[in-house]
């Protein structure tokens, strides 16, 4: 319960709706590094975890709910960023990112401390890549979502 509300707080300070307004590896990293940062402060987290859900079963009661929290503040963030992008699509990837970095930032805490960073570059990338396309389909009418630099 301690972990679920320490990563609710999290959830709020990195994933906040202004968040979508940055560039797209920007907004991306100011996610992941703060989440992973919490991984590696609360190594006994994924262990926790891992002895309170159980795939076949399901999340927890409050891990769920925290769940469909931060897949809904993705969605959300992604809807800003992107609102030409259809409704189903932003929730199913949504869903597939937070899915990933939920499994790649657990499976970077069983590895030294030394390939962390290189796993979460990789992570960041990897999420970019995933969106990169919807930014590109932008309309032409559709005003710019980066925010000015300086």
């Keep these: ?3 679920v509300a320490e990563f609710e707080r999290l959830k709020d300070q990195v994933m906040a709706p202004e968040v979508a307004d940055r560039p797209l590896d920007e907004m991306m990293r ?4 703060p989440i992973a940062a919490y991984c590696d402060a609360n190594p ?26 931060v897949v809904r503040r993705v969605e959300a963030l992604i809807a800003r960023r992107t609102p030409w992008v259809d409704a189903a699509q932003r929730r ?6 937070v899915e990933t970095v939920h499994a790649v930032l657990f499976f970077a805490q069983g590895r030294p401390a030394e390939e962390r960073p290189a796993l979460c ?11 990169e396309p919807f930014d590109r389909a932008r309309p032409a009418s559709a005003p710019s979502r980066r925010a000015p630099r300086g």
Excluded: W
Aim: charged residues 25%.
């Design 121 to 131: 570059d990789e992570l960041v990338r990897m999420l970019v890549c995933a969106l």
């Design 1 to 3: 319960a301690r972990y």
């Design 44 to 69: 006994a987290y994924r262990h926790v975890f891992a002895a309170t859900n159980d795939h076949a079963r399901g999340y927890s009661p409050e891990e769920a709910r925290l769940h469909d929290a």
């Design 30 to 33: 100011g996610i992941v590094e």
């Design 92 to 97: 199913a990837t949504a869903r597939v990112q």
